[in-house]
DNA sequence: ATGGTAGACGATCTA
């Protein structure tokens, strides 16, 4: 099973990217961050891939959705216990797994209410986690969690020193996170030099490779233990009008 | 202390 997350910096802008996307890599599960649309405006035509699909959609920010090609039950949006007027959050179960499309906020500055709103909602997911720990299902968190876990994550770790993404209370709020129990994908199925899965828009980020690792694949021991492989498509974020994030993706033995 | 770019949206806000 190939399973997919992708923030799209909106999916009407990216539909052409998408759609090749869809087409190419045909993934079992493919989970969205920041779609800025509402249900009613979702492209339409992503579904003709042969998908279902479950979505909270919202006006201009946020948006996440999961598309599956098996059938999508005991859909959640939002995060259970956590008041939130932003659509960030969207879990289901579909083809024996349970899956999670997560857009944690951005942070803006450090301090600001954004940050303390960041590190609320990363509370929140950690609590949740916890109970989604007892299911003792197979569980993939696939998401923008806004946060490089180390400075090896980092191309230029000097210059996020204490920034927002790199900052010592979000990197003790994903230690949290995965201490419970979660694998991150990635770094597991890595040797040698993280690959990056972010680059800024802005300064030819994209170019230099001055890139972040901020987008990350939680897996329970379930699902580690069916770890293939994962891969970054960073191709993708070398098209024309491309997202400034690249899909990160796994593959497991079921 | 601001800039650099992108997207939604229609002046700024978020990232």
């Given at each position: 099973m190939k399973v997919i997350t992708w923030n799209v910096n909106s999916v009407r802008a990216r539909l052409p990217h998408v759609e090749l996307f869809l087409k190419e890599q045909q993934p079992d599960v493919l989970l969205l961050q920041e779609?800025?649309?509402e249900e009613h405006a979702f492209?339409?035509?992503?579904?003709?891939?042969?998908y279902n699909c479950a979505l909270f959609g919202q006006k201009t920010y946020n948006g996440v959705a999961i598309l599956s090609k098996h059938p999508i039950e005991d859909i959640q949006n939002g995060i259970p216990n956590f008041e939130d007027t932003a659509a960030r959050y969207v879990e289901a179960f579909t083809g024996g797994v349970r899956v999670a499309s997560v857009y944690v906020p951005?942070?803006?500055?450090?301090?600001s209410k954004a940050y303390h709103y960041k590190l609320d909602f990363l509370n929140a997911l950690y609590s949740h986690c916890k109970t989604l720990l007892g299911f003792d299902e197979r569980l993939v968190i696939g998401g923008d969690f806004n946060i490089a876990p180390s400075d090896e994550d980092v191309c230029n770790p000097a210059a996020w020193q204490g920034q927002v993404l790199c900052s010592q209370l979000e990197r003790d709020a994903w230690r949290k996170i995965t201490y419970l129990g979660l694998a991150d994908a990635v770094k597991d199925s890595t040797t040698g030099a993280m690959p990056y899965t972010w680059w800024d828009y802005r300064k030819g980020a994209f170019a230099k490779d001055d890139g972040l690792r901020i987008d990350h694949l939680l897996l329970s021991p379930n699902a580690a233990d069916a770890l293939k492989t994962t891969k970054v498509h960073k191709n993708m974020r070398g098209?024309?009008?491309?997202?400034?994030h690249a899909p990160v993706e796994c593959v497991l033995t079921i």
């Open positions: 779609l800025k649309c492209p339409a035509s992503l579904l003709d891939f042969g951005n942070g803006q500055e450090i301090d098209l024309e009008r491309a997202s400034d």
